[in-house]
């Protein structure tokens, strides 16, 4: 068997049923034989940095480990930022990755792969030698798994077609056990809990498995307490009566005041970065029990008053069997009132529409787009001004239906992992939200890659026809504003032209009019809101 052959059978192995890719003459082998001989699903982008982020999408859907493949030289460092994007998210990833012959001095598409990989910050892994090629692929695999983030395999192409022969190797991943926290740190957590009037509990990330969040949820229902998540886990708590949202810089008004009066934070799995806590404005005056499995998380951004080493799940479990113990008196802060004036807030209540006769104020859109959009959705949300209002009105039905590219900060990465996440959990409808740069600068390419893949997605730009941020910046650093609008064409006949459907909205009378072409839709959707470019605020 050729290496390249054994490769493909490794993956297959490692149960690769969909691969995401561009091709080249140094990853097409390994293609080949996955589609011909292992039936694997090769998904074309149009861009490696496409390809990348389907690859990450389709895994932070599923918890799987997200495989794409790239051809050498200028095929892997098209990927570079999507790369950095999927370690600072922490995604389980593989990318296999041609390079060139090593004997071949003059090849045009040379480059030291490995440096350029390192630099993002993914691991990477060689393939050695025919002999532990099939055991090379199995490390990369492990190495995705356990360290969470992407690893990268290089192939040189030379050694590709070298012979070998195929003793299958496969990970060999041992759970960690979920471990309780120490009856001592219990001790004091207790101790500060009992004694808080107005506590509220918050949840991130590493609280939003289904039995963290049931722990999570029945020890705030014991004492009372609302319960608030951090942009990461956003919807962890929907439908519970005294749910605050998004605790962070993108606090609602109602919220905001709740958490003011509040004198403990009580928080599972979230790392109290700068935008949760806004820049620790939102901890003043309060006491803080920081729980998490990582004790490296603990007290690393914000001051902790009680820090707790331990599974989310047994702690909160802990909590509350401690407090029945002790006969705590619930606390009351989640009172009926606080539910009932949550639960008759209106978001349209928080800001003064500014729709125009020829655009329309995005909040408005999206607000209204959140009631007529398909409910059972993935939704995610690219970089730009507009992410603000889209993050905050736009809601999915469980956390890991919520799609954050801008780890790294980046614009334009969001339509590759929203085609990753259509096609992984395809139950769910894809529902991007981009801007016009955003859209232009990679979202082009790959709304195509939607319409070749027969994904059901649908594509919100909101369309300033302006990099928005800039636009802002520019106005308020007494900078010529001018500068950053771009004469972009009309989006909906692009999105037909891409093979797509593609809609206006310029009023919220066009919005009425969106309900029967969103049901009726048979193939990627693309909803071009028209935006005043002098929109002032990237906050509201
Ligand atoms: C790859 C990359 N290039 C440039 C920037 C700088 N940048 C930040 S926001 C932004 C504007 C993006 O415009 P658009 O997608 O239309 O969203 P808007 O801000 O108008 O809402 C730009 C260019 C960036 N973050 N990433």
Redesign the pocket.
């Known amino acids: 068997m050729r290496v390249h052959s054994a490769i493909a059978s490794a993956l297959a192995d490692h149960s690769v049923d969909t691969i995401f890719g561009v091709m080249g003459d140094a990853n097409m082998s390994i293609i080949n034989d996955l589609v011909q001989t292992h039936g694997t699903r090769f998904v074309t982008a149009a861009h490696e940095a496409g390809a990348t982020m389907m690859a990450d999408g389709a895994a932070r859907v599923t918890g799987r480990i997200g495989v794409v493949t790239t051809t050498q030289g200028p095929g892997l460092t098209n990927t570079v930022?999507a790369l950095t994007e999927a370690v600072r998210n922490g995604t389980e990833m593989l990318l296999v990755c041609g390079d060139t012959p090593s004997k071949e001095r003059q090849n045009l598409q040379d480059i030291i792969q490995r440096d350029v990989i390192l630099a993002t910050g993914a691991g990477f892994e060689q393939v050695r030698s025919s002999d532990t090629a099939v055991n090379d692929v199995a490390i990369a695999m492990r190495r995705a798994s356990l360290e969470r983030r992407p690893i990268v395999l290089n192939v040189p192409s030379d050694l590709q077609s070298m012979e070998t022969e195929y003793v299958a190797s496969t990970i060999d991943i041992t759970e960690l056990p979920a471990f309780p926290p120490s009856n001592a740190a219990l001790d004091r957590a207790v101790g500060v809990i009992a004694a808080a009037r107005r506590p509220i509990v918050l949840a991130g990330r590493g609280a939003t498995s289904r039995t963290a969040r049931d722990s999570v949820l029945r020890l705030a229902e014991r004492i009372e307490a609302p319960v608030a998540t951090t942009l990461l886990a956003k919807d962890l708590f929907v439908g519970a009566p005294s749910n605050l949202g998004i605790f962070g810089t993108l606090i609602s008004p109602i919220a905001s005041e709740i958490v003011d009066q509040a004198d403990c934070v009580i928080a599972f799995g979230a790392a109290l970065n700068r935008h949760t806590t806004d820049r620790n404005g939102l901890l003043q005056g309060k006491r803080i029990v920081h729980c998490d499995a990582n004790p490296g998380a603990i007290g690393r951004w914000a001051p902790v008053t009680v820090p707790v080493t331990g599974d989310t799940a047994l702690t909160a479990d802990a909590i509350v069997t401690w407090l029945d113990a002790a006969e705590f008196e619930p606390t009351g802060f989640a009172s009926d009132e606080l539910v009932r004036r949550l639960a008759e807030h209106e978001p349209r209540s928080e800001f003064q529409d500014r729709s125009t006769g020829t655009t329309i104020d995005l909040r408005t859109a999206l607000i209204r787009l959140n009631e007529i959009l398909p409910a059972t959705r993935t939704l995610i949300v690219?970089?730009?001004?507009?992410a603000v209002p889209a993050m905050k009105y736009v809601h999915v039905g469980e956390p890991d239906a919520y799609v954050h590219t801008f780890n790294f900060?980046?614009?334009?990465l969001s339509m590759g992992a929203a085609v990753g996440a259509a096609i992984a959990r395809p139950e769910r409808t894809a529902v991007v939200v981009?801007?016009?740069?955003?859209f232009m600068?990679g979202g082009l390419a790959e709304f195509n890659s939607a319409v070749r893949h027969h994904v059901d997605l649908i594509a919100v730009v909101?369309n300033?026809g302006?990099?928005?941020?800039?636009h802002m910046l520019l106005q308020t650093r007494g900078m010529n504003p001018d500068l950053s609008l771009l004469e972009w064409p009309d989006f909906s006949p692009v999105a037909e032209a891409l093979g797509g459907r593609g809609v206006t909205v310029r009023s919220p009378m066009d919005l009425e009019k969106l309900g029967k072409m969103i049901s009726d839709r048979d193939r990627p959707l693309l909803i071009d809101v028209k935006l005043d470019p002098n929109w002032p605020s990237i906050q509201h």
Not at 382 to 386: E, H
Not at 409 to 412: H, I, T
Not at 466 to 470: K, L, P, Q, V
């Open positions: 930022t690219d970089a730009g001004r507009f900060g980046s614009v334009g981009l801007g016009d740069g955003g600068m909101a300033d302006c990099y928005g941020a800039e």
